[in-house]
């Protein structure tokens, strides 16, 4: 069976610190992969997608970059957090073909 | 354009009480996708549903069931004799060749069961 798992559950940054959230699939190859950020009380926000290693697709200019270095590993950085980016952020996968979103954990991103 | 409309932000019901959400959404294309999805406070978002829009025959898992009607573009969802686990954010998604087959998401509505 497919597992995703998105780490660190919590994460409190100062304001200007890097970021680095990390999600990783397992027991399927090829998804399509991707990253929400939901505000406090709101509905998701699609920031980035990615079809296949190296293919991102940004939804939202904004603070933050995508990467996939590997076919099951999906990278969110930041260089320097701003307090907007305070979120709850969830990776997720699908096989495509309109098949449903299966979504990670998520992580609770604080800044100070 | 796309969209989705959750228009009840918030619903309170006391356990065992029925409770019906709202789910109306807009589309150009005549092939899409519905998804419903309940995201518990611990924050994960956990599928329901995936109804294509060639299907209309309503659904019913156990205590859930689902209304698509196409000619009022509805894909409402009922929870009978609700329980207090069944609290939650509960979001209806949308899907088509429109939206280049991306999510389209409602802003949720908040189920809050009393015991």
């Known amino acids: 069976s497919q597992t995703i798992h998105q780490w660190p559950a919590t994460l409190v940054q100062p304001v200007g610190s890097p970021l680095s959230l990390e999600c990783t699939v397992e027991g399927t190859s090829n998804p399509n992969l991707y990253w929400y950020r939901q505000a406090a009380g709101r509905g998701l926000q699609l920031l980035f997608y990615?079809?296949?290693?190296?293919?991102i697709s940004s939804e939202v200019p904004q603070n933050l970059s995508a990467s996939r270095p590997q076919d099951r590993q999906f990278i969110l950085s930041s260089k320097k957090l701003l307090l907007s980016d305070s979120g709850f952020y969830l990776c997720a996968w699908d096989r495509g073909n309109n098949q449903p979103q299966h979504f990670g954990d998520g992580t609770r991103l604080s800044i100070l | 354009a796309q969209k989705v409309t959750q228009a009840q932000t918030e619903i309170s019901v006391v356990e065992k009480e029925d409770v019906t959400l709202d789910c109306v959404y807009e589309t150009r294309d005549t092939t899409y996708y519905l998804f419903w999805y309940k995201q518990p406070p611990s924050g994960e978002l956990v599928f329901l549903i995936r109804r294509n829009s060639f299907d209309e025959q309503n659904e019913i898992s156990g205590r859930y069931s689902w209304n698509f009607q196409k000619s009022t573009s509805s894909f409402n969802f009922t929870i009978t004799a609700s329980q207090v686990v069944d609290s939650a954010v509960y979001f209806c998604a949308l899907s088509s060749m429109d939206s280049n087959y991306q999510l389209i998401w409602g802003a949720g509505t908040k189920l809050i069961i009393k015991p």
């Open positions: 990615s079809v296949g290693i190296g293919q």
